[in-house]
């Protein structure tokens, strides 16, 4: 088997891309010196959350996703990130390429619930490979699988995700609402006479915290 080795050697927002994204920057060692054709490459993006300590707010804001902090010896598990794909051209011992990972601030996936929760610090990252190595040979193109235990561990700066998400949102977010919950969050506007859903939302929560009548 090509002794294939992966490490992560940096990351940053994507540039020019139709939707948020971060560009983690491989680079691919062959041991064995040969030369590599191509690696079709799969990589499961994972986030560790044990990897790190959390401050008091950090906890507030992950309560939807672990609970309260007295359960997360068992609740606090690995959340999965997404799933990407890439091929690596040819080369012999070394390679750097490009792995762009999608990123989503819909709220009601876990991923981007964590990262929203983590503005300070790292995010611990482990990049779990898989795919197929395709090789040269007398009698033509030999193929074999990428190593089962082969993957990478990264500390993400948090920054960065939020760097990602502001050149599309930014200073913002979104949540997906029924269009009956927008409907009447839409006349609640019209009747406060107020312009944005920011300001819509702020009154209802002064009036949920004064308990006054919507």
């Known amino acids: 088997m090509t002794p294939i080795a992966i490490a992560i050697v940096g990351a940053q927002p994507s540039p020019q891309t139709a939707s948020p994204a971060i ?18 490459l799969r990589c499961q993006t994972r986030i560790e959350p044990r990897g790190r300590r959390y401050t008091k707010q950090e906890q507030s804001r992950l309560y939807e996703l672990f609970g309260d902090v007295s359960q997360w010896d068992r609740t606090l598990r690995g959340v999965t990130w997404a799933h990407s794909t890439i091929v690596v051209p040819s080369f012999d011992r070394e390679i750097e390429v490009d792995l762009p990972v999608a990123c989503s601030y819909d709220l009601e996936v876990a991923s981007a619930k964590y990262l929203h929760a983590v503005r300070e610090g790292d995010v611990p990252i482990l990049c779990v490979f898989s795919g197929t190595i395709f090789t040269m040979a ?20 948090a920054r960065v995700w939020q760097s990602a998400m502001d050149q599309f949102f930014p200073g913002g977010g979104w949540l997906r609402l029924q269009r009956d919950t927008i409907d009447r969050l839409q006349a609640f506007r019209g009747r406060q006479a107020v312009v944005s859903w920011d300001e819509a939302i702020d009154r209802l929560l002064a009036c949920e915290r004064s308990g006054e009548p919507v």
Do not use: K, Q
């Not at 064995?32 to 079709?40: N, P, T």
């Not at 007398?138 to 700066?157: F, H, K, N, Q």
């Open 23 to 40: 560009t983690f920057r491989l680079r691919i060692e062959n041991a064995s010196g040969g030369r590599v054709h191509a690696i079709a």
């Open 138 to 157: 007398e009698s033509g193109v030999c193929m074999e699988p990428v190593s089962w235990d082969l993957d990478a561990s990264y500390r993400l700066p």
